[in-house]
């Protein structure tokens, strides 16, 4: 069975920095594209970060700059550190598998493997 953990969510004032982290089960998790997603409008969830099998990465532009992903396959986990919050990247995280090219997608679509997401709230 196919399982992806999240932990490290939180509350944190603008400015802060916090860093969450998706631990992967029941798959070869050095063979998966993998990434974090942000919940946006309704059911939409918007790719702000990714990391391919082979090491390409990518980043949302508002994020670029702030925020970095890293991947240890000895562990099965991503990670993604987030510095220099601000309110707008507030909301729900999901750490999700075979990522890419599905940079705009409904919220627990198929066409992705999920984690539970984990809220992030940055507060002024």
């Known amino acids: 069975k196919v399982e992806l953990v999240e932990s490290g969510g939180g509350s944190v004032q603008a400015g802060g920095s916090l860093r969450i982290s998706c631990t992967g089960s029941?798959?070869?998790?050095?063979?998966?594209?993998m990434g974090w997603y942000r919940q946006s409008t309704g059911n939409e969830c918007k790719l702000i970060s990714a990391?391919?099998?082979?090491?390409?990465?990518y980043y949302e532009d508002s994020v670029k700059g702030r925020f970095t992903i890293s991947r240890d396959n000895a562990k099965s986990t991503v990670y993604l550190q987030m510095n220099s919050l601000n309110a707008e990247d507030s909301g729900v995280y999901f750490c999700?598998?075979?990522?890419w090219g599905n940079g705009y997608i409904a919220c627990r679509s198929p066409a992705v493997w999920w984690g539970q997401g984990t809220q992030v709230t940055v507060f002024s």
């Open positions: 999700a598998a075979n990522v």
């Open positions: 029941g798959f070869r998790f050095a063979d998966r594209d």
């Open positions: 990391f391919s099998n082979g090491g390409a990465i």
